[in-house]
């Protein structure tokens, strides 16, 4: 019987890993016919100051529009795009697709229009030229470097290294902004936001969505709340779904939130003409 089991349990591990494989042959051939036809597109959703509602910013996040399965969010391929080696291509796209929107965006009522956020993965940040890319985008754009933010996973930038430490500096000291994204989820110490060039920290949406009931999350959010303060560093929760986890955020200090309470990510037009609605006089 241990024998038959041995068997078939390798039978079953060949065959997901099989369909793995397949899965990612196919999404890679897929992925490179999208980039040649152009069937990526850039969402938006807004980062909501916690005091008075206004967006301050807007995350870019990546969509395929697929011809068969329609709109997929990168769950279901970054993962492909990343081990395959096309992400530093889609990463470059988004990053100027990115900028090129933001610079068109009218200014708010305290006269700094919203700033863009862009993630970027890990094989991107180790492109050699990934610095000299986010420069050179900024001057082609022309949008000014403080609108501007780089979001990186708290989980890879441990392994940055040095001379790359060196290049963030530089694009922290020219104006840039540079996030930890979903913050608290990685193991690396909470020291590791010290020795990093960051302006901002974005904590994770595990922990806001639990916070109301959970001590433990309520514990991690409050931490972070005041590290980022005593850093001189902004902070963003993540994934803010209820106005009971929007008023317990802004109790407790935090300045800006994102999340389905305010907006889901939306196509760059309809965020465009949101924002433009929301500052023309008596719209509010
Ligand atoms: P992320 O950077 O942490 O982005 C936030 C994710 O949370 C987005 O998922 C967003 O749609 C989702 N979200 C926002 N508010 C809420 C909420 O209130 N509730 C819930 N349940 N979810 C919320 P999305 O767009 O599917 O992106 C997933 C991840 O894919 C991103 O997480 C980011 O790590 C990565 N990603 C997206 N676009 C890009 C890109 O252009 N480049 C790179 N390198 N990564 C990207
Ligand atoms: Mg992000
Ligand atoms: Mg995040
Ligand atoms: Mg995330």
Known sequence: AAKAEGKRRVVVFSDEHRARVLRAVRV????????????????LQPVIELDNGLPVAAEALVRWNHPERGLLAPGEWLDVAESSGLMPRIGAWVLERSCTEAATWPTLCDGAAPAVHVNVSARQL???????EVRRVLTETGLAPERLVLEFTETYLDEVSDTLLADLA?????GIGLAADDYGTGYSPL?????????????????VS???EDVRSRAIVTTLL??????????????????????????LGCQAGQGYLWSRPVPAEQFRAELSASISPGSR
């Not at 530089?170 to 020219?174: I, K, Q, V």
């Not at 020291?191 to 922990?207: N, W």
């Not at 005041?226 to 109790?251: C, N, Y």
């Open 226 to 251: 005041r590290l980022s303060e005593a850093l001189g560093l902004d902070l963003v929760a993540e994934g803010v779904e209820t106005q009971a986890q929007a008023d317990e955020l802004k109790r």
């Open 126 to 132: 180790d492109e050699p030229g990934f610095v000299d």
């Open 28 to 43: 890679e051939k897929e992925l490179r016919a999208a980039l040649e036809r152009e069937e990526l597109e850039v969402y």
């Open 191 to 207: 020291t590791r936001v010290i020795e990093l060039p960051l302006s901002m920290v974005k904590i994770d949406r595990g922990f």
């Open 210 to 212: 639990t916070m109301l």
């Open 170 to 174: 530089g694009l922290r000291r020219a």
